[in-house]
T-cell receptor, first 114, second 117 residues
Framework: AQSVAQPEDQVNVAEGNPLTVKCTYSVSGNPYLFWYVQYPNRGLQFLLKYITGDNLVKGSYGFEAEFNKSQTSFHLKKPSALVSDSALYFCAVRAYSGNTPLVFGKGTRLSVIA | NAGVTQTPKFQVLKTGQSMTLQCAQDMNHNSMYWYRQDPGMGLRLIYYSASEGTTDKGEVPNGYNVSRLNKREFSLRLESAAPSQTSVYFC????????????????FGSGTRLTVV
């Protein structure tokens, strides 16, 4: 079975500081990994994904994520946070093989304070 | 704009009433999904349709039925609504996954906020 853990319900960071939103996963075999962002009263928007290749993945709005196979992690990062980054962030995983839907984590609320 | 359209955006039901949530996508995607979002629970899969003509249960299918009407439309029905079904419902679509070759992200609708009293 596939699963995702986002250990922090809430992350607070000052504007201009680097931010990290943590994600660990469990899946049989190799994973496909995704990050989505949800702004208030909106649907989820795709940020970035890891399929294969370079462990550092760059996505929208200056976000990046690092895939670490040994630690089964896919943490979301940004070098300099903006107030507009404040939102709910979801990590998702599915197995490399088999046409299975994405499994989402519980979400982490990011608050960037001016 | 191209995307996933959900109707209605808001709905209040009384316990025992039935309703259908509608979802349509205009991106020619093969796969469609219904998730529910609850505080502290993240998104949980209710049903999905990998391709037109097929549907499968997800993590929390009890109390729901689905219909993949055609390639564009995927509806979710609550036959007898219960307060436990108060939630925000999201429909999503994606290209069909091609094993070992690629994985597509999902495009989400803006959600239906359902309250059952």
């Amino acid at each position: 079975a596939q699963s995702v853990a986002q250990p922090e319900d809430q992350v607070n960071v000052a504007e201009g500081n680097p931010l990290t939103v943590k994600c660990t996963y469990s899946v049989s075999g190799n994973p496909y990994l995704f990050w989505y962002v949800q702004y208030p009263n909106r649907g989820l928007q795709f940020l970035l994904k890891y399929i294969t290749g370079d462990n550092l993945v760059k996505g929208s709005y200056g976000f990046e994520a690092e895939f670490n196979k040994s630690q089964t992690s896919f943490h979301l990062k940004k070098p300099s946070a903006l107030v507009s980054d404040s939102a709910l962030y979801f990590c998702a995983v599915r197995a490399y093989s088999g046409n299975t839907p994405l499994v989402f984590g519980k979400g982490t609320r990011l608050s960037v304070i001016a | 704009n191209a995307g996933v359209t959900q109707t209605p955006k808001f709905q209040v039901l009384k316990t025992g009433q039935s309703m259908t949530l509608q979802c349509a996508q205009d991106m020619n995607h093969n796969s469609m999904y219904w998730y529910r979002q609850d505080p502290g629970m993240g998104l949980r899969l209710i049903y999905y349709s990998a391709s037109e003509g097929t549907t499968d249960k997800g993590e929390v299918p009890n109390g729901y039925n689905v219909s993949r009407l055609n390639k564009r439309e995927f509806s979710l029905r609550l036959e007898s609504a219960a307060p436990s079904q108060t939630s925000v419902y999201f429909c999503a679509s994606s290209e069909a996954e091609r094993r070992g070759l690629y994985a597509y992200g999902y495009t989400f609708g803006s959600g239906t906020r359902l309250t059952v009293v």
